[in-house]
T-cell receptor, first 117, second 110 residues
Framework: SAVISQKPSRDICQRGTSLTIQCQVD?????MFWYRQQPGQSLTLIAT?????????ESGFVIDKFPISRPNLTFSTLTVSNMSPEDSSIYLC??????????????FGPGTRLLVL | GENVEQHPSTLSVQEGDSAVIKCTYS??????FPWYKQELGKRPQLIID?????GEKKDQRIAVTLNKTAKHFSLHITETQPEDSAVYFC?????????FGAGTTVTVRA
């Protein structure tokens, strides 16, 4: 499986500011995803990060709030914009196993713990 | 979209006993069902998965069963140990988008 890292691991931010989270994989993968896990809750898919094209967002998530970049097959960023306390969550990236693009198996990064004051 | 329900939300078992977590899904087209274990402060880790062409899969003390007709699947942990204490999530998909259940907090009592 791939080694997935995220930066920062945690942050405390003021409301109204923005934070960019990085996800780095040690091998090329086709599919990269961003999830949100609110405190004590399950995982919710925010969007699929597409290399070379705009991300595909799930219902309830919009590009203006969560802009995503995917400049290559090993890296993606998620920005949480104009933050409010309701954005306090763990943000996780995940990638498909072996990078084949046809496998559903996903492996998660360590997550970024965000607290918005 | 896919809707996954998971029960129970909490489960307390005596060490050595078995634990069973059940999930139902709504989309009959779903064909892949992974289970993740998340320890406190850590990332979700895949522990076992099953595809719709298989009814049961076992890996040491962990097994998963799938009933496509009833659209439900279950996780079975035998001979539970303290290190099995964690939150367990089931998920389902018919493409690459995973829909997760709400999670089950398992506590193994020594």
């Amino acid at each position: 499986s791939a080694v997935i890292s995220q930066k920062p691991s945690r942050d405390i931010c003021q409301r109204g500011t923005s934070l960019t989270i990085q996800c780095q994989v040690d091998s090329q993968v086709t599919m990269m995803f961003w999830y949100r896990q609110q405190p004590g809750q399950s995982l919710t898919l925010i969007a699929t990060a597409n290399q070379g094209s705009e991300a595909t967002y799930e219902s309830g998530f919009v590009i203006d709030k969560f802009p995503i970049s995917r400049p290559n097959l090993t890296f993606s960023t998620l920005t949480v914009s104009n933050m409010s306390p309701e954005d306090s969550s763990i943000y996780l990236c995940s990638v498909d196993f072996l990078g084949l693009g046809t496998q559903e198996t996903q492996y998660f990064g360590p997550g970024t713990r965000l607290l918005v004051l | 979209g896919e809707n996954v329900e998971q029960h129970p939300s909490t489960l307390s078992v005596q060490e050595g006993d078995s634990a069973v977590i059940k999930c139902t899904y709504s989309d009959s087209a779903s064909n892949y069902f992974p289970w993740y274990k998340q320890e406190l402060g850590k990332r979700p880790q895949l522990i076992i998965d099953i595809r719709s062409n298989v009814g049961e899969k076992k890996d040491q003390r962990i097994a998963v069963t799938l009933n496509k007709t009833a659209k439900h699947f279950s996780l079975h942990i035998t001979e539970t140990q303290p290190e099995d204490s964690a939150v367990y999530f089931c998920a389902a998909t018919n493409d690459y988008k995973l829909s997760f259940g709400a999670g089950t907090t398992v506590t193994v009592r020594a």
